[in-house]
Each structure stands twice: as C-alpha cells, then as structure tokens.
C-alpha cells in the first residue's frame, strides 16, 4: 500500500482567507519509507498573511512571498508521490 503522509505550515489559521507556505511530508509504500520532501511554497497572492503564524514558524513575509510557486511545487510533489506506481489499494494516488 502507498501512503502519503504530509504536514502544512500556514499563513494563519483561517483556511478561507490564509495559505499554505510549507509542505512537508514523506511517501511510504508497505510501510518502508521510500521520500521525504520538505517544500517552501509562496502563498496565494490573495491570501492574508498573519504575523504570529510566521512568527510560529520562524519566517518573514519577505521570505516567504521568495518562494516557489504553488505550481511547480504541485508538479514536484505529484512526481514524487506517482514515481512508485500504483499498488492493488491505492488507486487514488
């Protein structure tokens, strides 16, 4: 079985108005873990950005508004999760 095991690090807690600028993770299949990833990812530019969030994880809006956008992360993390392949229950993946 493959699973997919991630954590976010947010620019509040307000998932209608904040937004993700940390992913963290790793990919386990038959329980060996097979990747972990860690990318920075810049916020949507429509997304409030509250100082104590960025406090809590130790970065500055100027750092994270430096990083990567959200899709070139998305093709790097479906990579990494689809590279491997798809077991009998995890069809979804």
Known sequence: ???LFYDLETTGTKY???SIHQLSG????DGE???????HV???PK???EDEALQIAGVTKEQVM????MWGVWEKLAGSAGSYGAT???ERL
């Open 66 to 69: 430096a990083y990567p956008p």
């Open 42 to 44: 810049q916020p949507n």
């Open 16 to 18: 209608w108005r904040n």
């Open 47 to 49: 997304a409030e950005i």
């Open 26 to 29: 790793m990919v386990v299949v």
């Open 88 to 90: 009998p229950h995890d």
């Open 33 to 39: 873990v097979k990747e972990e990833f860690n990318f």
């Open 1 to 3: 079985m493959k699973q």
